[in-house]
């Protein structure tokens, strides 16, 4: 049985303040990205700088040039390639990234050159992960490649939907590869999961929907999706819940 102190905790930020409650918050650690609404992708420059200035927590910056597939053509995995160079630079402690065949298979290839331009920042395999059609294939090569560790739900839409397929890879993983389980963990349900799976991580958001501080107002015009959040309401990082994911933790 693992003991509870050896649990880590990976928050999810897609901001600068979010870096600084999570930090606040007692978090292990953070998951830097933008367009969180898109599952994340790679912050600003500016944002990689300034958030190694709030903390002193490692910060895993995630590169993913779009949301969508994550089958990359030349032009894109070029701008990931700048991108880990401009994380590095700006103090990351590691990088999150992945990338698919056509056939959904690790695409070793584009996986093995990003992960030598990280190097010697250690490397997150992201939800791609996710997609594969083989989890038990796909991890042998994880490891093979030498990746750190892997971010999964169990292929599931949740982690506690996929906390069979997550205990089999943990337990395939021995002390090879980290399993990261993440994908709409919640408070109530963190403690399970890692109790049921054997996993000594978890990552999660922990954000709140906050209303716009924007008093005029056009509702004829939207700026991209005109669904929910939409121009007036933000998505942030909540400190309360931070520490409430903490406490579920506590003997």
Not at 14 to 36: K, M, P
Not at 83 to 96: Q, Y
Not at 194 to 202: D, H, K, N
Not at 227 to 243: K, Q
Request: aromatic share 4%; charged share 25%.
């Amino acid at each position: 049985m693992i003991n509870s102190s050896q649990w880590k905790l990976e928050v999810c930020v897609g901001s600068v303040e979010g870096v600084a409650a999570a930090t606040r918050a007692g978090a292990d650690r953070v998951e830097l990205c933008a367009n969180l609404i898109e599952g994340g992708t790679t912050p600003s420059s500016g944002m990689m700088k300034l958030a190694r200035e709030v903390t002193t927590i490692p910060i895993m910056t995630m590169i993913r040039p779009r949301g969508g597939d994550f089958c990359y053509t030349e032009a894109e995995l070029e701008v990931m390639r700048a991108d880990i160079d401009h994380a590095r630079e700006s103090g990351s402690s590691g990088i999150v990234l992945g990338a698919l065949s056509t056939d959904g298979t690790i695409d070793l290839i584009s996986t093995q050159e990003l992960m030598e331009r990280a190097s010697p920042l250690p490397v997150t395999f992201h939800r791609a992960f996710d997609m594969t059609p083989d989890p038990f294939v796909a991890l042998d090569q994880l490891i093979d490649l030498g990746v750190t560790r892997v971010l999964t739900s169990g292929q599931e839409a949740s982690a506690e939907k996929g906390i069979p397929l997550l205990k089999e890879l943990v337990d395939k993983a021995e002390d090879k590869i980290i399993i990261l389980p993440g994908g709409g963990i919640r408070e109530q349900s963190i403690r399970s999961i890692l109790e049921s799976t054997g996993a000594v991580e978890a990552h999660f958001s922990a954000s709140v929907r906050s209303k716009s501080p924007m008093t005029h107002r056009n509702s004829r015009v939207f700026m991209g999706s005109p669904s929910p959040p939409g121009e007036y309401e933000r998505t942030r990082t909540d400190e309360a819940r931070v520490r409430a994911f903490k406490a579920a933790l506590q003997n």
